[in-house]
């Protein structure tokens, strides 16, 4: 937490924040020039930014993007001003931070060069093996997910997102586009059977180990529709919190967190009710 009030102090450090907050995933150059910065000044306050959890950065091609990371402010509004405040209220600003970070992808970017439209990073006490079963087994994710994530993993396999109430509903589907124990999974995330006009929602899982910690950065690209972006705004953080709970304590949060959320989860569950 001192990190994170060490780089909150700085004037130019709480300007980048809210040039990133302003237009997400900008590149070095692009938050040198209105500042007229030199890069390496630009660089250490990012690199003081990164290490304070405040943001993410994410390689594309040669160019590192960054993006703005709501958990350390979360902590913060929880650990001093939650108390004093109507979960309802908290729930609400948490939403609102993340909805922020919303990205839009430039037309005609190459698949190594295209901005995710979303990133969400989380550190989570173990190792990356224990992170990567968690991600890719079926039992386990069904206890932290909701869902059961199916698949043999393997590059060029299908994988599915089955419903754990036996109805053996899939409400997302797609394809292993890379698979590499325990450090990377790439997959396409879409609703079974869907053609998107502009190609297939891609998530990216990438752990890193850092002693007995890892971090976690999922990034999700060509999210289809702003109804689309807005649920997994919402999905990711409730996901990665409960499986974060697993890992460290053996158990799952008490409540689900998206609950939370109910309303728009039905949604999109119900697109794939049978009719």
């Not at 405040?54 to 709501?70: D, Q, S, T």
């Not at 209220?89 to 993340?98: G, H, Q, S, W, Y």
């Not at 224990?130 to 994710?141: K, S």
């Not at 590059?155 to 450090?183: F, M, N, Y």
Request: hydrophobic share 40%; glycine share 6%.
């Amino acid at each position: 937490m001192d990190l994170v009030f060490r780089a909150l102090a700085d004037p130019t450090r709480r300007r980048l924040l809210d040039m990133l907050r302003e237009r997400n995933g900008q590149t070095l150059g692009e938050l040198c020039a209105p500042l007229g910065m030199a890069r390496q000044s630009a660089t250490q306050h990012l690199a003081l930014l990164e290490a304070a959890g405040l943001i993410a950065a994410v390689k594309r091609g040669r160019e590192k993007l960054h993006y703005l990371n709501p958990v350390p402010l979360h902590e913060i509004q929880r650990r001093w001003i939650g108390n004093f405040e109507l979960p309802r209220l908290a729930a609400l600003a948490e939403v609102k931070t993340i909805a922020e970070m919303k990205t839009t992808a430039k037309k005609g970017d190459s698949p190594m060069t295209s901005r995710p439209d979303y990133v969400y990073v989380t550190y989570i006490e173990a190792t990356p093996e224990r992170v990567w079963h968690a991600l890719t087994d079926a039992d386990l994710t069904a206890a932290y997910w909701g869902h059961a994530n199916v698949s043999d993993w393997q590059q060029g396999s299908e994988w599915k997102h089955v419903r754990v109430d036996g109805s053996g509903i899939a409400d997302v589907a797609g394809t292993v586009l890379e698979a590499t124990p325990p450090a990377r999974l790439r997959i396409t995330f879409d609703a079974p059977g869907a053609t998107p006009p502009d190609g297939p929602s891609v998530v990216t899982f990438e752990i890193e180990p850092f002693h007995e910690i890892v971090k976690v950065t999922v990034t999700h690209e060509h999210v289809a529709s702003e109804e689309d972006y807005q649920a997994i705004s919402a999905g990711w953080p409730a996901v990665l919190a409960n499986l974060k709970s697993l890992l460290e304590t053996g158990h799952v949060l008490p409540r689900a967190p998206w609950e939370m959320h109910a309303e728009l989860r039905d949604q999109q569950m119900a697109r794939n009710d049978p009719s």
